[in-house]
């Protein structure tokens, strides 16, 4: 594209608005899935994480981002890059920083998840060890899944390269059917996870804080897309209004499993119990010392502090 057509005249002044939201959502999409990372590096363990919702959102989010890379108007807007200024050219390219973002916080996810992937324990109950039987997902279904990720990533971009340089024209077809890719990947990312979450029983390496976040958040995100690609970038937005439907459902069940299930008052039951252990442990000591004091034996101290 030429860089003085009116289309890059118009990214020249993109305002102030338009710039600042698409910032602190690049900022909000770091900072929501932090509370995810340090949750599984603090508990160190994936326990209650579904393989195949990592599968399934890490490939969505590699889809995602590839589709705004190969999209027309985002050569368009890197071709207007060489005549408007710097501060411009960030602006028009926020929504390639947002998909960027978002994919490699999403990565970070699968290399947590595979790190502490809970391998001495069974993936159902991370209190008891690995039956030779065992029907949950083993370490070595983390590391396929890892593979396929690798694989796909890999796939999607010697695809790219390749339309770019013998099939420009077909770059957008190629764009839109990554959108429909990333689209129906995300559309049944949440179910695998959905169901591990409710066969568990509680949240397990989950952070609730992320959704929370992330669910209103991507509807805004999605938002600040639309306003900037058009119904035409249907392919680009539509995806993140399907995940926050599907995270939506995924965050209601979480809070009811840690908060209201009967696991939560378990929860509460067995911290009472481990309390009063301690602090009956800490009322017996006293008494056995003053045993020892009457009562002298070949434990006690020949040199006892007045």
């Known amino acids: 594209m030429d860089p003085s057509t009116p289309y890059c005249g118009e990214l020249a002044s993109p305002g102030w608005f338009q710039p600042v939201l698409s910032v602190l959502i690049i900022l909000g999409i770091l900072l929501s899935y932090l509370p995810q990372h340090i949750r599984i590096i603090s508990l160190r363990s994936s326990f209650g994480i579904s393989p195949y919702f990592i599968l399934l959102g890490t490939t969505s989010g590699t889809s995602a981002f590839a ?67 065992s029907n949950g997902p083993t370490y070595r279904t983390a590391l396929v899944i890892t593979a396929i990720c690798l694989l796909h990533a890999l796939a999607t971009v010697i695809i790219s390269v390749a339309f770019a340089i013998r099939q420009p024209t077909a770059l957008h077809a190629w764009a839109n059917f990554l959108g429909i890719l990333a689209a129906i990947l995300a559309s049944i990312q949440y179910f695998p996870q959905i169901y591990t979450t409710f066969r568990l029983g509680c949240v397990g390496s989950l952070s609730i804080p992320m959704m929370c976040i992330q669910t209103p958040g991507s509807l805004v995100w999605a938002a600040s897309l639309a306003a900037r690609e058009g119904a035409k970038g249907w392919s680009v937005w539509g995806v993140l209004v399907v995940t926050a439907c599907l995270q939506g459902t995924l965050l209601v069940m979480a809070i009811y499993f840690e908060y209201f299930g009967p696991d939560s008052k378990s929860k509460a039951v067995h911290q009472a119990d481990q309390n009063g252990s301690a602090n009956g442990a800490a009322a017996e000591r006293p008494e056995r010392e003053s045993m020892h004091a009457e009562h002298p034996s070949e434990e006690t101290p020949l040199l006892q502090s007045q």
């Open 67 to 133: 589709n705004i890379l190969v999209f027309p108007k985002t050569a368009a807007d890197v071709a207007c890059c060489q005549e408007i200024s710097g501060l411009a050219c960030f602006a028009g390219l926020l929504g390639v920083f947002q998909m960027g973002m978002q994919w490699i916080c999403f990565f970070s996810i699968l290399l947590l998840f595979v790190i502490y992937f809970p391998r001495a324990t069974s993936p159902t109950d991370p209190t008891h060890s690995v039956p030779s039987t």
